[in-house]
């Protein structure tokens, strides 16, 4: 399976403010996803990220609030935009298995907002 | 559309008695389905995957999984649970005729382990 880290493991942030997520992995991989999970909650799709188009993004999450950059087939990066107490949540990204459906994921960025 | 239901959000065993969490799905393409835990402050990891082949799957730390077609269930057994395996686990389907490889998560289950 790929190795994934993600930068930061967590932060605080202030409302209003913005913060990016980087994921790297170890070798290069066609899909890559963004998902949060809220406090207690289980995991939700945010948007599948693309290289070399834009990400494709699930009902209820938008570009402007969760823009993503996939410039290459190892690294992504998932920005929250303009944050408020609600966005407090961690955000994970995962890899596709080459010829297979399963996904391994990253640790995780634990992102409390203020 | 698929769905996973996992019908209990906590369940308490004592160490070294037998682990049973339940699944059921729903999907209108022949599924995969999957079992991850996530421990305390880590992340996801893949305990086992079911793609079609036997239906008895077998998966890590001596966890396994039956799909039943005829009760839309993949539940997870254990025959007898470790202090480590209390975590949080979570049933995940995805349609294998699909055209994406979107994951569909169910809400989850607290494992808790007494001594």
């Known amino acids: 399976s790929a190795v994934i880290s993600q930068k930061p493991s967590r932060d605080i942030c202030q409302r209003g403010t913005s913060l990016t997520i980087q994921c790297q992995v170890d070798?290069?991989?066609?899909?890559m996803f963004w998902y949060r999970q809220q406090p207690g909650q289980s995991l939700t799709l945010i948007a599948t990220?693309?290289?070399?188009?834009?990400?494709?993004?699930e009902s209820g999450f938008v570009i402007d609030k969760f823009p993503i950059s996939r410039p290459n087939l190892t690294f992504s990066t998932l920005t929250v935009s303009n944050m408020s107490p609600e966005d407090s949540s961690i955000y994970l990204c995962?890899?596709?298995?080459?010829?297979?459906?399963?996904?391994?994921f990253g640790p995780g960025t634990r992102l409390t907002v203020l | 559309a698929q769905s996973v239901t996992q019908l209990d959000s906590h369940v308490s065993v004592s160490e070294g008695t037998p682990v049973l969490l339940r699944c059921n799905y729903s999907?209108?393409?022949?599924?995969?389905l999957f079992w991850y835990v996530q421990h305390p402050n880590k992340g996801l990891q893949l305990l086992l995957k079911?793609?079609?082949?036997?239906?008895l799957v077998k998966g890590i730390n001596g966890f396994e999984a039956e799909f039943k077609k005829s009760e839309t269930s993949f539940h997870l057994t254990k025959p007898s649970a470790h202090m480590s395996d209390a975590a949080e686990y979570f049933c995940?389907?995805?349609?294998?005729?699909?055209?994406?490889?979107?994951?569909?998560f169910g809400t989850g289950t607290l494992l808790a382990v007494q001594p």
């Open positions: 999907s209108s393409y022949s599924p995969s």
């Open positions: 990220a693309n290289q070399g188009s834009e990400a494709t993004y």
């Open positions: 070798s290069q991989v066609t899909m």
């Open positions: 995962s890899v596709g298995a080459s010829g297979r459906n399963e996904q391994f």
């Open positions: 079911y793609t079609s082949a036997a239906t």
């Open positions: 995940v389907v995805t349609p294998k005729g699909g055209a994406t490889n979107k994951l569909i």
